[in-house]
T-cell receptor, first 116, second 114 residues
Framework: AQTVTQSQPEMSVQEAETVTLSCTYD???????LFWYKQPPSRQMILVIR??????QNATENRFSVNFQKAAKSFSLKISDSQLGDTAMYFC?????????????FGEGTQLTVNP | ETGVTQTPRHLVMGMTNKKSLKCEQH?????MYWYKQSAKKPLELMFV???????ENNSVPSRFSPECPNSSHLFLHLHTLQPEDSALYLC?????????????FGQGTRLTVV
């Protein structure tokens, strides 16, 4: 079974600064995907960024980037130039490659608050 | 229309009631999911449907009964629920065949059992 751990229940950052959210996971699989999802107060779960385990290059999506350390089973999210709209709950999620669907295992989430 | 739509957004029901949650996706996906999001707990995968066939049931009590009449619609029928079933229920869809694609979520139904 896979597990995902987010050790920071809450974090805050000043607008325009950089913040890093931590995530570790445990799996015996070698081929898998990792995701960061954002859930604002509207409750809509929105994909922020994804990483394929077989790719060594860290994924980047505009102000969002990851630090993927496969040997350490670590997958942190860095948000640069934080904006007020980044305030949300952030979930790290893990998925194995299976032919019949995307089964996501989620961490407990980190509530990020961006302060003006 | 947004990609994945859930109705109702809020639901309050008594323990003896029967109600249904509805999910509709307009993305042409062939896999749909129900997740439960409780306070202070990770999201829990409840059911997986692939090509309208239930392929996973994660030890969910029988008072939750899913139905997938076609690839665009997913229901969760509720009966004789308990107060601990109060949670946010999220529906998601993905292009399941071949795996590896992200799931798209609806905005959820906030369920309160009284």
């Amino acid at each position: 079974a896979q597990t995902v751990t987010q050790s920071q229940p809450e974090m805050s950052v000043q607008e325009a600064e950089t913040v890093t959210l931590s995530c570790t996971y445990d799996t015996s699989e070698s081929n898998y995907y990792l995701f960061w999802y954002k859930q604002p107060p509207s409750r809509q779960m929105i994909l922020v960024i994804r990483q394929e385990a077989y790719k060594q290059q860290n994924a980047t999506e505009n102000r969002f980037s990851v630090n993927f350390q496969k040997a350490a089973k670590s997958f942190s999210l860095k948000i640069s130039d934080s904006q007020l709209g980044d305030t949300a709950m952030y979930f790290c999620a893990f998925m194995t490659r299976e032919t019949s669907g995307s089964r996501l295992t989620f961490g407990e989430g980190t509530q990020l608050t961006v302060n003006p | 229309e947004t990609g994945v739509t859930q109705t109702p957004r809020h639901l309050v029901m008594g323990m003896t009631n029967k109600k249904s949650l509805k999910c509709e996706q307009h993305l042409g996906h062939n896999a749909m999911y129900w997740y439960k999001q409780s306070a202070k707990k990770p999201l829990e995968l409840m059911f997986v449907y692939s090509l309208e066939e239930r392929v996973e049931n994660n030890s969910v009590p029988s008072r939750f009964s899913p139905e997938c009449p076609n690839s665009s619609h997913l229901f969760l029928h509720l009966h004789t629920l308990q107060p601990e079933d109060s949670a946010l229920y999220l529906c998601a869809s993905s292009q399941g065949q071949g795996g590896g694609t992200e799931a798209f979520f609806g905005q959820g139904t906030r369920l309160t059992v009284v």
